[in-house]
């Protein structure tokens, strides 16, 4: 009996001076500020896609520092041309004056795309110098990898910070977890984001879900990520994701994530944003700015003049949109519904 009334009376006591839970800004800061403090890296991950009947597996590279990002994108399912065994590759890369786009998939009359150097200058707003996905967002947007170059941290975690708000405890797959829901624009109807967030993880995020619509037609976009502890940092970061998006009640959309390699806050070799570091065939042909005349190639070491005038195929000038990996985001794009798409994602962005 004696037992029995101690350990009712140690519950109380426990449940009596539990710690208070944390308010929602209190943290969404703390996610935020996890993330952020991830100032360069490097990642390696392996995803697959599937939209219906259609599946794309894809290989992706992404190094940051600070502002400069580049991404390397392969096709592990694409085809492969009869010069080559290994599949096309697609470079979008960021540096402190340019943006660089290089992809080596055949594109037809015995063509392949040129280099495209465009002066970072000529982007008319800020969106249009992001088009490589943002690694520190991983496991927290509710979308897929591909998709992810439409938010920002602090926008999609915290929002304007006047939406309506509210924290509970909640158990997720056995683990004790803080979910903050609040309000978020941009979507048909009224939506809200709730995020997992698991103390024993670190502050990291586990689940994240958008919802929006009525109940009867409703959108709902999730992740669900495995995070591990990344050495150095000391951060939790996704080992794999699984993101899902289910329109009235049918799913509609998948993708699983497995991350291979990640480094944080080590140095960055410098070469890895210019086309030094990319492995570009010597003699590749290059194009500048279009403002710029003349035929250029790459040398091996730099960009030099070429005498040898070449006459380019129609698709081999960089078009703001993208090719390749261009290519199957707009597929992604067109499949889910086009403008109406982006418009959703964008709201928050």
Not at 168 to 180: I, L, M, P, T
Not at 313 to 329: D, H, M, N, W
Request: charged content about 25%; hydrophobic content about 40%; proline content about 5%.
């Amino acid at each position: 009996m004696l037992p029995a009334l101690l350990l009712a009376v140690s519950a109380v006591a426990s449940q009596g001076t539990a710690a208070p839970i944390p308010d929602a800004r209190t943290l969404e800061d703390r996610v935020v500020a996890q993330r952020a403090a991830l100032a360069r890296g490097h990642i390696e991950l392996e995803s697959s896609i599937r939209i219906g009947e259609r599946s794309i597996k894809t290989r992706r590279s992404i190094y940051f520092d600070g502002r400069k990002i580049r991404g390397d994108v392969t096709r592990l399912d694409g085809q492969k041309s009869d010069e080559r065994d290994a599949p096309a590759r697609e470079i979008n890369c960021f540096n402190d004056k340019s943006f660089i786009y290089y992809n080596d998939e055949p594109i037809g009359g015995g063509h392949s795309m040129a280099i495209n150097l465009v002066d970072l200058r000529s982007f008319t707003n800020d969106r249009e110098t992001h088009s490589v996905s943002d690694p520190r967002l991983l496991g927290i947007a509710p979308t897929d990898v591909a998709m992810l170059v439409y938010f920002r941290l602090n926008a999609l975690v915290v929002g304007s910070g006047t939406e309506p708000r509210s924290v509970s405890r909640e158990a997720y797959k056995g683990q004790d977890c803080y979910v903050v829901s609040r309000g978020a624009s941009g979507g048909p109807g009224k939506g809200r984001l709730r995020l997992w967030i698991a103390p024993a993880k670190g502050m990291g995020v586990v689940r994240s879900e958008r919802r929006s619509g009525s109940d009867d037609s409703a959108i709902v976009d999730s992740v669900e990520s495995e995070l591990e502890r990344i050495e150095g940092p000391g951060i939790w970061y996704p080992r794999t994701c699984h993101y899902r998006r289910v329109e009235g009640g049918k799913v509609t959309r998948e993708q699983d994530v497995l991350v291979t390699s990640a480094t944080f806050n080590q140095p960055i070799d410098p070469a890895v944003f210019t086309l030094a570091g990319m492995e570009v065939p010597v003699g590749k042909r290059v194009l500048p700015t279009p403002s710029e005349n003349g035929t250029f190639m790459w040398d091996g070491h730099r960009v030099v003049a070429s005498s040898t005038p070449a006459e380019l195929a129609p698709a081999e000038r960089f078009r703001k949109g993208g090719t390749f990996l261009g290519v199957s985001s707009v597929l992604l794009l067109v499949v889910a519904g086009g403008a109406a798409w982006r418009a959703f994602w964008k709201g928050k962005a």
